[in-house]
């Protein structure tokens, strides 16, 4: 499994980002996906996940109604719509297959940096 995330950088706040995991070495349609985030000195935070046919998605209710999970199975990549961003929501964000919908995480990307500011 291969999971190499893209799109982070630096935003001043209420501003949006997408972030793009690509995939490979898998199935891709048959696992939910998700992205997850690490701030500093805080713990890793289950932001979205979506279904293997793009059919379900869950959101943390930190980001509910200003990111939106997506996947195209045919480019093998899930993203990650990221709108109306705060200060609050720098951290580094990971994409990573799940073994369960809003469950367990089975494998990780390498994390892309999203930093708010002004």
């Known amino acids: 499994v291969q999971l190499v995330e893209s799109g982070g950088g630096l935003v001043q706040p209420g501003g949006s980002l997408r972030l793009s995991c690509a995939a490979s070495?898998?199935?891709?349609?048959?696992?939910?996906m998700s992205w997850y985030r690490q701030a500093p000195g805080k713990e890793r935070e289950l932001v979205a996940t979506i279904s293997g046919m793009g059919g379900n998605t869950k959101y943390a209710d930190s980001v509910k109604g200003r990111f939106t999970i997506s996947r195209d199975n045919g480019q093998r990549t899930v993203y990650l719509q990221m709108n109306s961003l705060k200060p609050e929501d720098t951290a580094v964000y990971y994409c990573?297959?799940?073994?369960?919908?809003?469950?367990?995480?089975?494998?990780w990307g390498q994390g892309t940096q999203v930093t708010v500011s002004s």
């Open positions: 990573a297959t799940m073994r369960t919908f809003w469950g367990t995480a089975s494998s």
């Open positions: 070495g898998f199935t891709f349609s048959s696992l939910a």
